[in-house]
Nanobody
């Protein structure tokens, strides 16, 4: 079974940075599309960024373009989300996700999910 565990969330002031981590076990990264999602209270789950190992390409939501960066470390089988210039609008529960099917920013395409890590950005 694929298992994903997120960490690195916390509270920061606007303009600050955080680095989220997601450790994946039970499957090789090359067999999956990996992604970060977030969900704020009263809002739908939003795709933040994904990375497809087959193509080596990443995709970002317009709202985080230029501020967030997704990466993967093969040595420890961990995915990261570097978040910079954080805004209060970035406040949400952030989730790590994986799928063996179509790689997108749609939550319905993902099969495996972590437990989430909370990010709170104050003004």
């Amino acid at each position: 079974q694929v298992q994903l565990v997120e960490s690195g969330g916390g509270s920061v002031q606007a303009g600050g940075s955080l680095k989220l981590s997601c450790v994946i076990s039970g499957a090789a990264y090359r067999e999956h599309c990996m992604a970060w999602f977030r969900q704020a209270p009263g809002k739908e789950r939003e795709g933040v960024a994904n990375f497809y190992s087959t193509t080596g390409r990443a995709k970002y939501a317009d709202s985080v373009q230029g501020r967030f960066a997704i990466s993967f470390d093969d040595a420890d089988n961990s995915m990261y989300l570097d978040m910079n210039s954080l805004k209060p609008e970035d406040t949400a529960m952030y989730y790590c996700a994986a799928t063996q099917s179509f790689c997108s920013l749609s939550a319905s395409n993902f099969d495996y999910w972590g437990q989430g890590t909370q990010v709170t950005v104050s003004s």
